[in-house]
């Protein structure tokens, strides 16, 4: 069995990580907190509650979203 990866777009950046990948792993290697973003991907929004089961494909357009404060 050989090593696979899958090549993503993690906002608007290239990223090629170990197939297969899950959201919360992508979360993991970029260092998100993940009790304070949100996540799409293909434009869709992915509830927190699907992040473990969710794999990513190869050409996954993923954009995190933390929120801002301001006003």
Excluded: Y
Aim: hydrophobic fraction near 45%; charge should be negative.
């Amino acid at each position: 069995m050989s090593d696979s990866t899958v090549s993503i777009v993690v906002n608007n950046a290239p990223v090629r990580l170990k197939a297969p990948l899950r959201l919360t792993e992508l979360l993991k290697h970029m260092a998100c907190d993940d009790q304070s973003v949100a996540v799409a991907v293909n434009l869709d929004f992915v509830p927190r509650s699907r992040w473990a089961n969710h794999f990513l494909q190869p050409g996954d357009q993923v954009e995190i979203v933390a929120p801002m404060q301001g006003g």
